[in-house]
């Protein structure tokens, strides 16, 4: 749901408009603010992240701020290193096959789908060692030790 009403908005954006009693020359401003949304918010639902396994029940993010505290800019700078080079890879991955032939169009787009798969097992991954690491820094539980460990 996170990033589905940003994309009804964007790809609706010109009869939204035109009920707002709005024109064509504001479509290119609405998609990019909706576009624009969800980067925005991705920082804050980190917090929520961390405090949700922690299970320190923090409810939004002020609260979660409480508990993460400075600990919170080291968990954005490692959430943003580990996420960003994987990211700009998917995004040339899809750029840069345009007016190239079929074969090299489906070469690229074969290996995208396989960094959006690390793309996807990484961000959990390096989500979890933060609020794990909160976690022991805060003296506090960490609820995936309630779960059995693999090898």
Known sequence: MFLVIPAAAMTHARAILLVLGLGEPDV??????FGLLPLLAKPLLLLWFVNAAMGTGAYGPAESAKTTRWLY???LMLLFVTRVPV???HAGLNAWP????????????ALDALVVGVLTVTVPAVQVRIASFIA???KAEFLGDSQPRFG
């Open 87 to 89: 990211s700009q890879l």
């Open 73 to 75: 800019v080291w968990a």
């Open 98 to 109: 345009a007016g190239q032939a079929p074969l090299v169009q489906w070469a690229m787009f």
């Open 136 to 138: 022991d820094r805060r």
């Open 28 to 33: 290119l401003t609405f998609r990019m603010i």
